[in-house]
C-alpha cells in the first residue's frame, strides 16, 4: 500500500465508448502525475499537476483529458481512444519543493485494453 | 530532448552481487532516482542522487557521477524476490521525472 490508489484496475473499452480512470492520494503530497507504461518503453509522462495547476503536458493527444479537482484527486478522461492507446496508465503523488519533484510514490495502475 | 539508458535485462545468480547501469543526457539536472517494480506492481522507490558519489542503504547502493552522465545501482547479495525490473530516472529540475525502459533482472538459484 503506497498510499496512492487508482481505479478501475483493470478497463477495457471500445473506440467510441467513453471512460475515467481515477486517482487518489492519502500522503498529503502537492502534486499528482499521470504516467504510460507500454511494453519495452520508458515510462512516458503525460501530464503533471502541481498545487492543482497542470504544469507540463508533453504533447498527449487531445483524446486524453486530465482533470484535478483537488490535490488529492486527479482523473484521466479517455474519448475515442484508438488500439495503441492499451497500456497501464499509471498515477503518481509526490511533495514538490522549489524544483525538486521529490520521490514519487504511485498507484497498482489501471490497465487499459481498447478494441 | 532527453536520454536515458541501461541495459534491457540482466541475470544473475543468487548470493551474487550485479551492478546496473545507467547514463543520462537531460536539459536540466536535478537529481537522479532508482525504482524497483515487480511485475503486475506499482514502481517503489529505492534510492536518489543529487551530489557525485556513493549512496549506501542496506544491500542496494547507487552511484552517481554528474560530469560522465552515469549512474549505477548495486545489489548485493541478491534473493530471488530481486527479481524485477529496476528504472533509472532524471528530474530535470521543472517538475518532470523523465524514466528509462528498465532493466529486468533475473535472479537464479
Known amino acids: 500500500e503506497t498510499g496512492v490508489t487508482q481505479t478501475p484496475r483493470h478497463l477495457v473499452m471500445g473506440m467510441t465508448n467513453k471512460k475515467s480512470l481515477k486517482c487518489e492520494q492519502h500522503l498529503g503530497h502537492n502534486a499528482m502525475y499521470w504516467y504510460k507504461q507500454s511494453a519495452k518503453k520508458p515510462l512516458e509522462l503525460m501530464f503533471v499537476y502541481s498545487l492543482e495547476e497542470r504544469v507540463e503536458n508533453n504533447s498527449v493527444p487531445s483524446r486524453f483529458s486530465p482533470e484535478c479537482p483537488n490535490s488529492s484527486h486527479l482523473f484521466l478522461h479517455l474519448h475515442t481512444l484508438q488500439p495503441e492507446d492499451s497500456a497501464l496508465y499509471l498515477c503518481a503523488s509526490s511533495q514538490v519543493e522549489a524544483t525538486n519533484t521529490g520521490e514519487l510514490f504511485f498507484g497498482e495502475g489501471s490497465r487499459l485494453t481498447v478494441l | 530532448g532527453q536520454n536515458i539508458d541501461q541495459p534491457t535485462e540482466m541475470t544473475a545468480t543468487e548470493g551474487a552481487i550485479v551492478q546496473i547501469n545507467c547514463t543520462y543526457q537531460?536539459?536540466?539536472?536535478?537529481?537522479l532516482f532508482w525504482y524497483q517494480q515487480h511485475a503486475g506492481e506499482a514502481p517503489t522507490f529505492l534510492s536518489y542522487n543529487v551530489l557525485d558519489g556513493l549512496e549506501e542503504k542496506g544491500r542496494f547502493s547507487s552511484f552517481l557521477s554528474r560530469s560522465k552522465g552515469y549512474s549505477y545501482l548495486l545489489l548485493k547479495e541478491l534473493q530471488m524476490k530481486d527479481s524485477a525490473s529496476y528504472l533509472c530516472?532524471?528530474?530535470?529540475?521543472?517538475?518532470?521525472?523523465?524514466f528509462g525502459t528498465g532493466t529486468r533482472l533475473t535472479v537464479i538459484p
Open positions: 530516472a532524471v528530474s530535470d529540475g521543472a517538475n518532470n521525472l523523465f
Open positions: 537531460t536539459s536540466g539536472f536535478n537529481g
